[in-house]
Each structure stands twice: as C-alpha cells, then as structure tokens.
C-alpha cells in the first residue's frame, strides 16, 4: 500500500514538474524554421524527459525512507517478528458473526432477568388508589453536582450508578393517580438493574416506559432537553412503538365529506400524520380518502414498507386532501376490504407483514353503519378497525362512530382537538399488543433499527420485550401490558467487533435486519446523514448487490465477486477493484453480517514480537520526529483524573503515564501494537534526521581495500558502524589474538588520547 501511494505521489510530481520542465525549456530554446535541421537541441531534451519519471521515482525511494521502511519489515520478517498471515474472509466473516452473536445474546439475557423481575414486582404491587407522593429522581429536575453522582467514561456524561431517574412528558400531569403508582412499582427495578451492570460491565442504559407515559432509566442521569418545549414521549419512541405490538399491514381510511370542512378536516390531517409516526420499518401502510367514491390518497396505489422515505410522502399527499360530497360508507369500506384482500394475497409472495391486517377510520362523525359489508367482507373479524371521531362536535354524532370500531374486534377513541392526538392516535397499539401475552419469550423479543440516543449517546440499537401485568384466578388467566423494557447496543460497541487490521483502508464490514436495513455501514460514520434509517439498496444499488440484500434477509451464508469503482480513504481517488463479499447469519438473531475485501488484499500483518513496555516508553520519548497516533482504543480516560484533557484526548505524555502505570484503563494488545509501530518505523528517523547518512559517511571515511570485500569482511564493516562486535561474547572472551575483532564504544573514542582506537583489524588485512 506504501508503494502504491509513494507511486502516485511520483505520478503527481512528474506532472508538475514536466509541466515546468517543458515550459522552462521551450521558453530558453532559439526560434528554428520547419526544415531547420538545428532542432536536435529539442530531441535532446524530449529524451531526457523519458527517463524523468524513473529518475523521480528513485530520487522519492529515497528521501521519503521508502526502502529504509521496507527494508525494516524485510528484516523483521526474516527475524520472525512480524508474519503474514492469509486473509480468508470466509472464516473471517464468521468470527464476527460469532463475536456479534455474544455481544446481542448477552444483551438479550440482561433484558430477559429484567423483564421477569418486572412482572415480580408488578404482581406483588398493592395499588394505591389514594396515593399522593412518591420519592424519586425527575431527570429534568435532579442536582448531578453532588455523590454519588460523577462522571463515567462509558457514558461520556455525568450519572448515578446507585440510581434510576424519571422522565414524564409535558402533557402528562405527573400527580395523577395512575403516574404515581407507576413510579412507585417501578422504583423496585433499580435492583435488579445494578445486578445486571455488576454482571456485565459494559451494559449500558436499562429502561423501562410504562403505557401511562412514565420513563424509568437507569443509570440515573439529568435529561438533556430541558427546554419548555421538550415534546418526549416514551409511547411514541421508535424502541417503544416498534416493540409494543406484532408488524402490521394498515390501510387508513379518510371521510372527507363536506361536513369535515375546517377544523375538523385539519385534525384529521395532524392525526393521520401522528398515526403513520407510530410506524416501523416491520409495518405497510397505505392511505385512502373516500366522500362519495374512494380514492389512494397518494402515488402509492398498494401498501408500502412504512420505511422514512415513504412515510414522508405519504404525509405530503394527506396535506393535500380536501373536502367535498357527500359520504358513501359502504363504497369506502367495500375498497378497503378489497385492498386489503388483494395484499394478503400478495403476502404469500414476501409481500407485506402477513400480520395484523388493520382498518383506521378518521370521521367528523357518521349515521351510517355498513353491516352488510362487515359480515360479507369480515365476517370471522381477522382485520381489526379502529375508529377515531375527530372534531369538536364529532362526540354528538360518536354512536355508529362507537359501533364501528368495537363490533370490529378494535377500539373507539375520540379526539375533540389538539391536545387529544397524541394520546388517543397510540392507543391502538395497547389493543396490537394483547397477542403478544400469548406469545413464547424469544417471540416477544424486538429489535429496532438505528437510532438516535436521547442521552447524547450517539447510534443504538435497542432491543425490547413487553412488560404484562398478569392476573390469574380460577375461572381466568388474562394479562394486561403494562409497558415496554429496553436495553441497548451503541453502534460504537458493533464497530469495536470489526478487525479492520484485516481489512485494509476499502475493505469493510456492514450488517443487515430483517428488513435490509443497515446494522452498521462505512455511511454511517458521515454526520450528514438525514436519517440512520438506510436501506441496503438505497447506497449500493445494483443487481448483483440485490442478490447479496435478498441472501442477508434470508441468512444465507455465501459469497460473491463484484467488479465495482471504489474510493480511496481520502476521498480523491477511484479505484476498478474487484470487491468479494462474504456473508453469513448472526446466531440468535435475524441480522446477518458481511465483510468486502479488495481483490489486492491477500495478506494481514501479525506481530510476533512483544516490544517491552520500557523500550517502547524510551522510543517515545526519545524520538526526534512527529508521533500521531489514535488512543481512543488503547487507554480509557477519567477526566478526574490529573492528566486528562477536557476533551477526553490523550498528548503523548499522558499516554505514556498511563502505560507507565500499567493499570487495568489501557487495553494490553492494542497498546503493544501502537509500541511495535514505534519501534519498528524508528529507522525513518535515522533517514530523516540525517543520523544514516552520518553513519554512511563514517564508512567512507575508512581506508578500505579497492578490491572486492567478501561477505565476513561486510560484516565486520558493518559491525564497526553499529558498533556492534561480530564475534560471540564467549569468543571475545576466549580469542588469545586478534582474529576475532573487538571495537570501541562511542565513550571510549571519545574518551581515547590518541588515535589507536579508531583502527580497525578486519581478517587478514
């Protein structure tokens, strides 16, 4: 890699410089005629250019210590200090499946001993119907100055390990009844949370959001939103929305008569726009608009993956609905029906979620029930219909509303204005998740796509389970959600999994879901992204790479070759490489993993020597050259600590504290590689400082024989230079003359008064 870059920094010279050569030299050359034969001078000079870039080439080998360098490591390798090892990518993409698997298995069980612990406590609870007060820790209230609040370098932040904080939205009175025993069962979790982080030190956040709005986080932390205008709601988060119910195929259904005209036509639209936010990727949704005929109300005339690009235009489109005519209920449910019909057939296909079929009406308030069209299209009531009477006098007209929804195995709820949507638009997902008490423990289990922590702690993945209160009697077993438990997985904690040694600057690891959504990816490293919701297809679009999408979705373990234009890490070059990825499942999961190797990686560097770790500390400080290196991996900072910086970045001084200390903070293998690329790149400071020339001038300078030298009178040469004897020690011990060669220290030349040792006695000369 050295050599390639070294070759295009002498291509980028030769152009330069030609480019003055060729200016200079034609500006100083005589004006000759055609026929001029006196144009050799030009000849001349087009012949030296030939030989320009080669002589180029070897003046850079040169100077920049390109073949001092290469000359180290052929040294090295010869030593065994260093070997090659075969990149095999098959078994490479396995053991990354392997270490990704415990990473996702560990989380999964600190998530299950919660869960169980949960319902515990919640089964044991005694309801208090006149409870006034509850102690706890409200994180947009709570003093983080005092103990046993401090900072922890695995939050980056301020928390209480001894402690849970509280959050409440800005719509929820935090007095009521139900929010104050909420708090107050939840309060027994901190227990079995501690116990979870005791067991496994790098868990970080454990949570829990119940359906009446109460978020319960541990480790306790103060909230980063503190503004007035701080709008979360744990029922609508991605973790909470997307685990709270099975996927679904949902087809929204608008009345849009005359009579909605206004106010109420304008809920509608805010409704339906916070409904299609309750929305994961697992779901397909469509929207539809009816008055006297029924209509898609977008370019989508079937059901599309609620992904955030769809989503989006499915919002665009409600925006732009009017409202006219008269309703006709029988032909809007009648195309409902049959929509909806048609796509489940279709889902037999790999089409759709082939789960929970659900109808969500939004009315200004109806005086028509179409029965005949229930018991002609779901008479066995498989796909639910929620109904919503939106507008301030919608309540008067509620009673077909009402019908519509309970006789439809789905629920009625009503929202007079503004304040109600939020509230009222989630509550079908308390009705969805029912099923899921029926459901084994791994089925209950969910994981999220990407996104953003509220904590500032960047990418996460979450994985959730739903809490139920269970209630069991002689005649009975019924279980009510009480909320959802989560755990999390930062994207910083996948990437940690990945040997980019092995990789090379474009080779790369990436990991799909279920539904071909990105786990981890290169892009995802970009600041700029709008959404870490990014599918597959959406940044690598070809037919070969849909082969590769479809195999990850199904986890299949295979491989594929792929000629493809590549860009170098700096962003400046493209490369026509042939990329080979290989892929397999991640065990326990529905992610799959892959890794893409270049056709010109074939081998990684392995280090088999152990540089001390006081060899290493003296070549660090000692150096006379520029040392930039990457300590995010070798030593963790405390920033109570003296000799950390506020932005918690190591200076070389501090690391070498640090490694001096030789404490538990600095991982040992990562802090023993960053030493051998100290020591073993050390002799471009001899090159660059001079200290080799010096050495070959003092060669030189010794009044050798003009004849040829064989090999034992190189090497005792070489031995003078370095100072270094070239017999055995027992040999200069034992050598009763002078066959064997000794040679003086750089003190005793110093020290010497004559010139006796600066001689030299080489074999037989």
């Given amino acids: 890699m050295l050599r ?92 990354i499946a392997r270490s990704l698997g415990n990473l996702f298995s560990k989380r999964v069980e600190a998530l299950q001993v919660a869960v169980k612990h949960a319902e515990k406590i919640a089964a044991d609870y005694k309801w208090d119907d006149t409870l006034k007060k509850v102690n706890c820790l409200f994180a947009k209230t709570l003093n983080d100055t005092v103990e046993p609040f ?75 939103n503190k503004t007035p205008t701080d709008l979360y709601d744990v029922r609508r988060s991605k973790w909470y929305t997307q685990g709270v119910s099975s996927p679904k195929d949902m087809l929204i259904l608008i009345e849009r008569s005359g009579s909605s005209h206004g106010q109420a036509l304008q809920l509608m639209k805010h409704s339906v726009k916070s409904l299609i936010d309750t929305l994961s990727e697992n779901d397909f949704v469509t929207v539809a608009h009816f008055s006297d005929k029924p209509h898609f109300s977008s370019c989508f005339h079937t059901f599309v993956q609620a992904n955030e690009a769809n989503k ?82 919608a309540g008067n007209r509620s009673t077909h509303t009402r019908e519509i929804g309970c006789s439809n195995k789905g629920f009625y709820y009503p929202i007079p204005g503004m304040g109600a949507i939020r509230a009222q638009v989630q509550g079908y997902l308390t009705v969805l998740a029912s099923p899921l008490s029926l459901a084994s423990g791994a089925d209950k289990i969910s994981w999220t796509s990407l996104h953003q922590d509220e904590t500032n702690m960047g990418l996460v993945l979450a994985v959730t389970m739903p809490v139920f209160q269970k209630a069991n009697s002689s005649n009975n077993f019924s279980q009510t959600l009480l909320g959802m438990m989560g755990v999390d997985v930062t994207l910083e904690e996948l990437k940690d999994k990945i040997p980019s040694e092995k990789l090379a600057p474009n080779g790369y690891a990436f990991g799909l879901n279920s539904n071909g959504i990105l786990l981890f990816h290169p892009v995802l490293d970009n600041d700029d992204i709008e959404s870490p919701v990014i599918d597959f297809a959406e940044i690598e679009d070809t037919p070969k790479k849909e082969k590769i999408r479809r195999e990850m979705i199904d986890q299949v373990t295979s491989s594929s070759e792929i000629m493809e234009f590549v860009t170098t890490p700096d962003g400046k070059h493209d490369m026509r490489v042939t990329q080979t990825y290989h892929y397999t499942a991640i065990p326990g999961t529905q992610f799959s993993v892959a890794v893409v190797i270049p056709d010109y990686v074939r081998n990684y560097i392995s280090e088999k020597r152990d540089v001390s770790l006081e060899d290493g500390i003296e070549l660090l400080l000692t150096n006379e050259s520029q040392i930039l ?51 073993i790149t050390s002799c471009l400071e ?33 031995g003078l230079v370095t100072n270094e004897p070239t017999g055995t020690h027992d040999q200069m011990q034992d050598s009763p003359d002078n066959s064997v060669t000794t040679y003086p220290t750089h003190d005793q030349m110093q020290d010497s008064p004559d010139d006796s040792l600066t001689t030299y006695h080489a074999h037989d000369q």
């Fill in 312 to 393: 989006r235009v499915l919002k665009y489109f409600v925006d732009r609905i009017l409202a006219q005519h008269v309703a006709n209920y029988t032909g809007g449910f009648e195309f409902a029906f049959q929509k909806i019909e048609n796509f489940t057939r279709r889902a037999y296909e790999d089409q759709g979620a082939s789960c929970n079929p659900v109808i969500m009406l939004f009315t200004d308030g109806t005086s028509d029930v179409p029965r005949d069209v229930f018991r002609t299209y779901n008479p066995d009531k498989k796909i639910r219909i929620f109904s919503y009477a939106v507008g301030p006098m």
């Fill in 4 to 95: 390639l870059m070294l070759r295009r920094l002498a291509a980028a010279a030769v152009g330069s410089v030609i480019l003055f050569a060729v200016t200079f030299e034609l500006s100083v050359l005589p004006s000759f005629s055609t026929g001029d034969v006196a144009s050799q001078p030009l000849k001349d000079i087009i012949s030296k250019w030939s030989t320009f870039d080669k002589e180029l080439d070897i003046f850079l080998r040169d100077v920049s210590g390109f073949e001092t360098l290469r000359e180290a490591y052929d040294d090295a390798t010869a030593r065994g200090d260093i070997t090659f090892e075969p990149v095999d990518g098959e078994k490479l993409v396995q053991d």
């Fill in 150 to 224: 401090a900072y922890d370098e695995l939050y980056d932040q301020i928390v209480s390990l001894e402690n849970s904080s509280i959050h409440i939205p800005v719509d929820i009175f935090n007095g009521t009844v139900d929010v104050l025993n909420s708090i107050a069962w939840t309060s027994g979790l901190d227990e079995v949370w501690k116990k979870n982080k005791e067991e496994d030190p790098s868990l970080v956040w454990q949570y829990f959001g119940s359906r009446t709005g109460v978020l319960r986080s541990f480790p306790a932390t103060s909230w980063k």
């Fill in 686 to 718: 001899d090159k660059w400082t001079g200290k080799e020339r010096r050495k070959e001038e003092k060669r030189d300078s010794f009044d050798l024989p003009t004849h040829e030298l064989n090999h034992d009178q190189k090497r005792d040469i070489d």
């Fill in 629 to 679: 290196f990457d300590t995010t991996n070798i030593c963790k900072l405390d920033t109570n600590e003296t000799f950390a910086s506020s932005e918690s970045i190591l200076t070389l001084e501090e690391l070498v504290d640090l490694l001096s200390l030789n404490t538990s903070d600095c991982d040992g293998e990562a802090a023993q590689k960053l030493l051998f690329d100290v020591w």
